[in-house]
T-cell receptor
Framework: EAGVAQSPRYKIIEKRQSVAFWCNPI?????LYWYQQILGQGPKLLIQ????????DSQLPKDRFSAERLKGVDSTLKIQPAKLEDSAVYLC??????????????FGPGTRLTVT | RKEVEQDPGPFNVPEGATVAFNCTYS??????FFWYRQDCRKEPKLLMS???SGNEDGRFTAQLNRASQYISLLIRDSKLSDSATYLC???????????FGTGTRLTVIP
């Protein structure tokens, strides 16, 4: 079974520039998550989709971050404009919701963003 | 107060040692508990779920104390390959999102 795919793996941009990340979840997984992991910290949820609807975006800085999952499969996360403090690894994860009580999330390899 | 708190370490232990990590969570409505493992520059992967009765998987034992809102992970006979960051993870009742601790870094030394 193919895992969660993300691209690019690395990105270096200057502050105030824009950047976009792409995620393709495991086939059949209805729920998709974007996390931000700053060095030395655990992942922090930015946004959660179920199919193409947003379930939770309470921690998404909406003045600069946006995300979409138009057809309920792939997703993109955009930052515009980027700030120095956005330097982090952006992890995409997916999970099946048909297994009651099962909350295992499968993570992609992440995109390492450096803002200079 | 953070949802999940862990001692960040690092823990440096010799091969064959037994090491224990602890984690506390703040929300008594928390329902599901997990330990994830994250290797350097890699993504987190589920190590084991934590059940109320405690559970064991080979050299790994996880325990939950709901009254104290405390989770533990015990690793026996440490191997070099156990070197990683161990993330304590909690899920709230009725929600499908996870709260991660900062992780505890373990290095097993030859």
């Amino acid at each position: 079974e193919a895992g969660v795919a993300q691209s690019p793996r690395y990105k270096i941009i200057e502050k105030r520039q824009s950047v976009a990340f792409w995620c393709n979840p495991i086939s059949g997984h209805a729920t998709l998550y974007w996390y931000q992991q700053i060095l030395g910290q655990g992942p922090k949820l930015l946004i959660q989709f179920q199919n193409n609807g947003v379930v939770d975006d309470s921690q998404l800085p909406k003045d600069r971050f946006s995300a979409e999952r138009l057809k309920g499969v792939d997703s993109t996360l955009k930052i515009q404009p980027a700030k120095l403090e956005d330097s982090a690894v952006y992890l995409c994860a997916s999970s099946p919701i048909d297994r009651v009580g099962s909350y295992e999330q499968y993570f992609g390899p992440g995109t390492r963003l450096t803002v200079t | 107060r953070k949802e999940v708190e862990q001692d960040p370490g690092p823990f440096n232990v010799p091969e064959g040692a037994t090491v224990a990590f602890n984690c506390t969570y703040s929300n008594s409505a928390s329902q599901s508990f997990f330990w994830y493992r994250q290797d350097c520059r890699k993504e987190p992967k589920l190590l084991m779920s934590v059940y109320s009765s405690g559970n064991e998987d080979g050299r790994f034992t996880a325990q939950l104390n709901r009254a104290s809102q405390y989770i533990s992970l015990l690793i026996r006979d440490s191997k070099l390959s156990d070197s990683a960051t161990y993330l304590c993870v909690v899920n709230m009742r009725g929600a499908n999102n996870l709260f991660f601790g900062t992780g505890t870094r373990l290095t097993v030394i030859p």
